[in-house]
Structure formats: structure tokens, C-alpha cells
């Protein structure tokens, strides 16, 4: 109940509950707001008084309240490709359902709804059918991880220092002061680049990891100007970054045409060796994004350089040949 409210805050509200598609029952807005009848009817006049087309359609307190549909549609109208825009663009945020994110995002898509034309709309249900992102392996940010997502995203907004404990995939726990730069989405999770102020030095961190954040609210840094993200990841093999190294692997020809199909980095380069086998050179960090990749390709490819990863993917093969012994 939002009785703390004055009047105009209330007013606000109420507009904008019931320019959402079928409005809202006079019922609710009464119990939302703390009105009685007497004090709604005095609202919708005042919004009237306005201008704004509210109508007010029913008997006693089921009656429903909107405005009209027309008058929502007079500002913006969207296509038919823009409403699949739209929904296939929520799709890819699919793994960050449960979270206060996802449900802005939910809100700001229905407040679009009255934009999209009357014969439009009823192709609009379906494209639920039409149009899918298939789910990945994807983390799970409900819960308390929400509430980091909101802290993290104010703190981007606001430019705040955050004070969080953070676990490493090794387990190792420790605390860092952070100015975080960017917010980026990879393989169905969330990373935050952030300089770690000790260390003076921008680092990629897994939301997920987060055991405590803190934001510091009365405290602001200067944004770097300077700061491009995607800078950041020249040399990265998908999220984490590195220096970059000359790799080159070796492919068998059963696998080289889905290789070729793909950008697997923008500095690859292709060519057939004197066996057949498609070559693959990368400027890129050796990380464990690569390893992880190149051994997911089992005997179909061969690291040619550089002698190090050579190495460390011959001591994987043989621990994990060794399981099977």
C-alpha cells in the first residue's frame, strides 16, 4: 500500500499502471494507493482535466481503468520486425529470469505493447513459437544474486567504489576495492571488468563469485574516458584476457569445414597443410577458454605451437587417457 505517497506521486503512478495493455481494476488501484471510491473518481477527473483519454468502463470496483488504446499508439509505433527485435533480444536475457533485471526488462517491453498495431499484435503471440534462442548451460543469478545485480548496475550507473569478497575458480577467497567499468553478458552468465585498485589494474570477474559486494554510496571516481571494453578483450578466447601468444593448430578434415564456418577469433587465419588438415593461426591468450576448446576436439585437432601448450595439452590427454587405462 502506498499511502506515504502525496497526491501527485500518486497520480504518476496510476497513469502509468493504467496505460499498460487492459488497464487495471479500480479494485486494485484503491488497495494500492489507499483510496476510497470517492477519492479515485477525484483522480481520473484531475488526469482528465489533462487531457488524458481515461476510460473507465465496468461496474463499482471491478470496473477496469486505462487508458485509450489509441491515444497509447498516437506517440510511437513499432513494426512487425521491431516487435521480433524486441523478442528475441529478451530471449537472449532468458538466463536472468528471477532476477529484479529481467522483470524491468519484462516492464519496459510491456509499456511498448499499445505501440505495436492491433494486426500486428496478434502475429506478436506468436512469436513465442516462431522464434527461440535455445538455452545454454546457464548460471543462476535468482535469490541473493539478484540483489548483486542491482548493486552492480548502480554502481556502474552512479560510478560508486564496490568493497566485495570474491571466491576464484580455485577456491581462494579474497577482498578487493574495485572501480567497475562494464557489465558484459558471455555464455549465459554475467562478468564485470573492474581496476582493482591495489593492484591498479582491470580485472574480469564472474557475478556469480560474488560472496559480498558493498557499494560505497557516498563515494564516486572519474570514469576513464579512456576505458574501451572491447580493448580489453583483444586477446581473450571468449571472456578472460592475457597476453596473447602465436598458436597454431592443426584440424582434420572431418571437422575443418565447421571450423571454417565460424569466427573463432579476429585474428585467425586459415591455410591447408601438405596432409590436408586445415591450419589455424591465432593471436590470442592461452587461457583455460583454449585448452578447454582445443581438448573438447579430442584426436580431430593437433597444437602445433607454441611448445608450452603443446605440452600442457599432451599431460591432459594422458591424465584423462590414464582414467581409462
Same mark, same amino acid.
Given at each position: 500500500?502506498?499511502?506515504?505517497?502525496?497526491?501527485?506521486?500518486?497520480?504518476?503512478?496510476?497513469?502509468?499502471?493504467?496505460?499498460?495493455?487492459?488497464?487495471?481494476?479500480?479494485?486494485?488501484?484503491?488497495?494500492?494507493?489507499?483510496?476510497?471510491?470517492?477519492?479515485?473518481?477525484?483522480?481520473?477527473?484531475?488526469?482528465?482535466?489533462?487531457?488524458?483519454?481515461?476510460?473507465?468502463?465496468?461496474?463499482?470496483?471491478?470496473?477496469?481503468?486505462?487508458?485509450?488504446?489509441?491515444?497509447?499508439?498516437?506517440?510511437?509505433?513499432?513494426?512487425?520486425?521491431?516487435?521480433?527485435?524486441?523478442?528475441?533480444?529478451?530471449?537472449?536475457?532468458?538466463?536472468? +529470469?528471477?532476477?529484479?533485471?529481467?522483470?524491468?526488462?519484462? $516492464?519496459? /517491453?510491456?509499456?511498448?505493447?499499445?505501440?505495436?498495431?492491433?494486426?500486428?499484435?496478434?502475429?506478436?503471440?506468436?512469436?513465442?513459437?516462431?522464434?527461440?534462442?535455445?538455452? &545454454?548451460?546457464?548460471?543462476?543469478?535468482?535469490?541473493?544474486?539478484? $540483489?548483486?545485480?542491482?548493486?552492480?548496475?548502480?554502481?556502474?550507473?552512479?560510478?560508486?567504489?564496490?568493497?566485495?569478497?570474491?571466491?576464484?575458480?580455485?577456491?581462494?577467497?579474497?577482498?578487493?576495492?574495485?572501480?567497475?567499468?562494464?557489465?558484459?553478458?558471455?555464455?549465459?552468465?554475467?562478468?564485470?571488468?573492474?581496476?582493482?585498485? +591495489?593492484?591498479?589494474?582491470?580485472?574480469?570477474?564472474?557475478?556469480?563469485?560474488?560472496? &559480498?559486494?558493498?557499494?560505497?554510496?557516498?563515494?564516486?571516481?572519474?570514469?576513464?574516458?579512456?576505458?574501451?571494453?572491447?580493448?580489453?578483450?583483444?586477446?581473450?578466447?571468449?571472456? /578472460? $584476457?592475457?597476453?596473447?601468444?602465436?598458436?597454431?593448430?592443426?584440424?582434420?578434415?572431418?571437422?575443418?569445414?565447421?571450423?571454417?564456418?565460424?569466427?573463432?577469433?579476429?585474428?585467425?587465419?586459415?591455410?591447408?597443410?601438405?596432409?590436408?588438415?586445415?591450419?589455424?593461426?591465432?593471436?590470442?591468450?592461452?587461457?583455460?577458454?583454449?585448452?578447454?576448446?582445443?581438448?573438447?576436439?579430442?584426436?580431430?585437432?593437433?597444437?602445433?605451437?607454441?611448445?608450452?601448450?603443446?605440452?600442457?595439452?599432451?599431460?591432459?590427454?594422458?591424465?584423462?587417457?590414464?582414467?581409462?587405462?
Amino acid at each position: 500500500m502506498n499511502s506515504s505517497l502525496n497526491k501527485s506521486q500518486k497520480m504518476v503512478m496510476i497513469l502509468s499502471l493504467v496505460s499498460r495493455r487492459g488497464g487495471m481494476p479500480a479494485s486494485q488501484l484503491m488497495e494500492k494507493f489507499d483510496l476510497d471510491p470517492r477519492s479515485l473518481r477525484r483522480y481520473l477527473s484531475d488526469l482528465r482535466e489533462l487531457n488524458l483519454p481515461i476510460q473507465d468502463e465496468g461496474r463499482g470496483d471491478d470496473r477496469m481503468i486505462e487508458i485509450d488504446p489509441r491515444w497509447r499508439r498516437s506517440g510511437v509505433q513499432l513494426t512487425l520486425t521491431e516487435v521480433l527485435s524486441l523478442h528475441f533480444g529478451r530471449t537472449l536475457f532468458n538466463f536472468l +529470469d528471477g532476477t529484479s533485471f529481467a522483470g524491468d526488462l519484462n $516492464d519496459a /517491453i510491456e509499456r511498448l505493447q499499445p505501440a505495436i498495431s492491433r494486426a500486428d499484435a496478434l502475429l506478436a503471440k506468436q512469436l513465442d513459437k516462431k522464434f527461440i534462442a535455445v538455452a &545454454e548451460h546457464a548460471k543462476d543469478y535468482r535469490g541473493e544474486r539478484s $540483489d548483486v545485480i542491482d548493486e552492480i548496475i548502480s554502481a556502474l550507473v552512479y560510478n560508486n567504489p564496490v568493497v566485495v569478497r570474491y571466491r576464484k575458480a580455485t577456491g581462494i577467497t579474497k577482498a578487493y576495492r574495485l572501480h567497475l567499468f562494464s557489465l558484459a553478458t558471455f555464455r549465459q552468465g554475467l562478468y564485470v571488468f573492474g581496476l582493482d585498485t +591495489d593492484a591498479n589494474l582491470v580485472k574480469t570477474f564472474a557475478v556469480e563469485r560474488f560472496l &559480498e559486494l558493498t557499494r560505497q554510496r557516498n563515494e564516486k571516481f572519474e570514469y576513464p574516458t579512456t576505458w574501451e571494453p572491447r580493448a580489453h578483450l583483444k586477446n581473450a578466447f571468449g571472456i /578472460i $584476457d592475457g597476453p596473447s601468444q602465436d598458436v597454431i593448430l592443426a584440424f582434420s578434415e572431418r571437422v575443418s569445414g565447421y571450423i571454417r564456418e565460424r569466427t573463432w577469433h579476429p585474428t585467425q587465419q586459415f591455410s591447408t597443410l601438405r596432409d590436408g588438415r586445415l591450419k589455424l593461426r591465432l593471436s590470442v591468450a592461452v587461457t583455460i577458454e583454449l585448452t578447454t576448446w582445443i581438448l573438447g576436439h579430442g584426436s580431430d585437432v593437433e597444437v602445433l605451437s607454441p611448445p608450452s601448450l603443446v605440452q600442457h595439452i599432451r599431460d591432459e590427454l594422458t591424465a584423462s587417457a590414464a582414467q581409462y587405462t
